[in-house]
């Protein structure tokens, strides 16, 4: 096991509804990276926290955002929820914010849209 | 825009033989690359990784080569089990202009006993 939690395992919502995402850091983890996988693909990154502050983002629309708190855990909330936002959604930790940094998963969040 | 393209999507192989995947990258400014396992229903785990200024990395069965010139990266598994059947990923990572990784579309490793 990784350390990395995250809550709740599976979710299921309907489309225009918001969802929060939760994940713990992996202990003395100061950095939480978040990706969303699709069926049968690679994960996708969505955006990278370090000390609170976003340090990264990849291709998502503003109506994903996140918040990493004091004691490094995170969440991940998602707004107007659309069908393709199905997915599973990961959270890692790392020690320190570069590339270089090991990055630990955890197993994931389900989400279904209907 | 940037992407890693992974090949074969699928490879299956039989017990002790090697096995071998490929990436290929696009944005120069990468400058680490990891190897990921994906067991079912769990997170992916890193198995192995190289850094720009590192040409070949090798630990026990597993070992990775990266040409930056061609921006190609490979993974060799040799000596194949059973339990080395998973989805493997390569990726991608930079941290110039802020954090950012690409992950290739994976490659499913079936090894028959």
């Known amino acids: 096991e990784t350390g990395v939690t995250q809550s709740p395992t599976h979710l299921i919502k309907t489309r225009g509804q918001q969802v929060t995402l939760r994940c713990s850091s992996q202990?003395?983890?100061?950095?939480v990276s978040w990706y969303q996988q699709a069926l049968g693909q690679g994960p996708q990154f969505i955006f990278q926290?370090?000390?609170?502050?976003?340090?990264g983002r990849g291709n998502f629309p503003p109506r994903f955002s996140g918040l990493q708190f004091p004691n490094y855990s995170s969440e991940l909330n998602v707004n107007a929820l659309e069908l393709d936002d199905s997915a599973l959604y990961l959270c890692a930790s790392s020690l320190v914010h570069t590339a270089e940094s090991i990055q630990y998963f955890g197993a994931g969040t389900r989400l279904s849209v209907l | 825009g940037e992407n890693v393209e992974q090949h074969p999507s699928t490879l299956s192989v039989q017990e002790g033989d090697s096995a071998v995947i490929k990436c290929t990258y696009s944005?120069?400014?990468?400058?680490?690359f990891p190897w990921y396992k994906q067991e079912l229903g769990k997170g992916p785990q890193l198995i192995i990784d190289?850094?720009?200024?590192?040409g070949e990395k090798k630990d026990q069965r597993i070992a990775v080569t990266l040409n930056k010139t061609a921006k190609h990266f490979s993974l060799h598994i040799t000596e194949t089990q059973p339990e080395d059947s998973a989805v493997y990923f390569c990726?991608?990572?930079?941290?110039?202009?802020?954090?950012?990784?690409?992950f290739g579309a994976g490659t499913r490793l079936f090894v028959k006993a």
């Open positions: 926290y370090y000390r609170e502050e976003e340090n």
């Open positions: 990726a991608a990572s930079r941290d110039t202009g802020g954090f950012k990784t690409i």
């Open positions: 944005d120069s400014a990468s400058n680490y």
């Open positions: 202990s003395g983890h100061n950095t």
């Open positions: 190289i850094r720009s200024n590192v």
